[in-house]
């Protein structure tokens, strides 16, 4: 349910989002449309250097259930990468 809530938002948009598997596992990517604003007073505008660092959540026993985020479960992080139009990183 969640994937398809995702794509129906993504798709919204005018962009798309895609799964690739591996043996590690799988990815989940999505493009959105982007405007790097030059006004720090611009809340709609995401400002080169302000992009945090997002969690990814595994389940320990393997079957695949969604666990909150909470400092009690083990966490595999990952940093965002979000590349612009251009190609550049932000």
Do not use: M, Y
């Amino acid at each position: 349910l969640g994937l398809a809530i995702c794509k129906a938002f993504i798709e919204a948009h005018g962009s798309a989002i895609w799964a690739e598997s591996s043996a590690r596992g799988t990815t989940i990517s999505f493009s959105l449309p982007l405007q790097v604003g030059n006004d720090a007073s611009a809340p709609t505008a995401i400002r080169p250097g302000r992009v945090q660092e997002v969690g990814a959540l595994h389940s320990s026993d393997q079957s695949g259930s969604v666990l909150p985020a909470t400092a009690a479960l083990p966490v595999n992080t990952t940093a965002a990468q979000i590349t612009t139009e251009d190609r550049r990183h932000v």
